[in-house]
């Protein structure tokens, strides 16, 4: 089965070709650069750079998937080729997934909308995708040649955290899943953000942070670290970003800008075990088989350690995303859970009537 993929729910426009579970082009198009002048994603700009790139990285995939033999005439025009490779690929692809939520409306709107249109004018099958569920999959994909095959033992407990979100997921088997915790307010990776932003880092802030931290003294700042003695699994990371905001406001920016390494190693260190405690709490409770780590925050080389750790204690394998780029967003994951899908013939029925929904929820 061959299928085209479709991810516009935040700040990435990507697109992806599939062969199966097997992934052939993945194409990630970042808008960095547009959001981080205003320290975070501003929703309209998402829009409008989406709306100008998408059809170009739908066919930028579909070239590197080399599913379509494309020859052109010398001479023909950007906008011409575009539209060329894509009916060119239309001929192979049978089936279009799509993000559907959650994510920021505005982004989400162009990616829906774009696969309807194709699946419509190329009447192909359309599937809606949960971005939450691409993220958890992440770790089934396998390149052109079916590697890895990993033989991923159900049930399983999944930390998913990135800039929009942070749940743990029970999952029963491939489509089944039970949200048994999540954050109350702020986001893991937005914590993250929000911090470096604070302290004049930029945006995204977790990966200059993780780069601080690496020389610094993560015992130098006290931090609390939230909704610790609750019994249940659910997280809060605005007390944590206040507090550190408090601290941070008292100072000039040259005393900032003097143990920069320290605050951002205490932060970042305060973020992950809060993050750890819950999950270790949760692994207890639930008896799973396997552990999955997910999200944009799962490229941090720290959590990926204190997780090992985690899971060599408890005794239980523990899978990551295989590559970097199938960490944060991209729409290989996305054709994943749509093959899936497609497997069990969940498709959309009514094509022109797919709406967007930001607020999708997982399971339960
Ligand atoms: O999954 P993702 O690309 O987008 C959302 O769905 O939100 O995650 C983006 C988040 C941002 O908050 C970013 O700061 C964080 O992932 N992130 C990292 C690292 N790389 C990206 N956080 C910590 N360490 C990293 N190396
Ligand atoms: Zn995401």
Known sequence: MIILAIDTSC???????????????NVVSSQVDLHKDWGGVVPD????AHKERI?????????????????????????????????????????IAVTKGSGLAPALSVGVNKAKELAIEFDKKLVAVNHIEGHILSVLAKNRAGRPERQIEWPA?????????????????????????????????????KAAKQMGLGYPGGPVIERLAESG?????ELP??????KDFDYSFSGLKTAFYYQIKKLTNEEINEHLTDYAASYQRAVFETL??????????????????????????????????????????IYFPVKKILNTDNAGMIGLVGYFQALRGEFVENKAELDRDPRMEIGN
Not at 276 to 286: C, V
């Open 11 to 25: 700040d990435d426009t990507s697109a992806a070709v599939l062969m199966d579970d097997r992934i052939l082009a």
């Open 45 to 48: 700009i998402a829009m409008r």
């Open 55 to 95: 059809e170009a990285v739908i066919a930028e995939a579909i070239k590197r998937s080399q599913i379509s033999d494309l020859r052109f005439q010398k001479h023909i025009k950007k906008d011409e080729k575009i539209k060329e490779i894509i009916a060119k690929g239309m001929e192979k692809i049978e089936v």
């Open 157 to 193: 407990l999944a930390l998913t955290i990135s800039g929009g979100h942070t749940k743990i997921v029970r999952i029963s088997g491939i489509g089944k899943y039970e949200v048994v915790g999540e954050t109350l307010d702020d986001a893991a990776g937005e914590a993250l953000d």
């Open 217 to 221: 003294n993560d015992n130098f700042m």
């Open 225 to 230: 670290r939230p909704l610790k003695d609750r």
């Open 276 to 317: 750890l405690m819950k999950y270790g709490k949760a692994i207890d409770e639930y008896k799973v088989k396997s552990l999955i780590a997910v999200g944009g925050v799962m490229a941090n080389q720290k959590l990926r350690k204190m997780l090992g750790k985690l899971a060599r204690d408890k005794k239980i394998p």
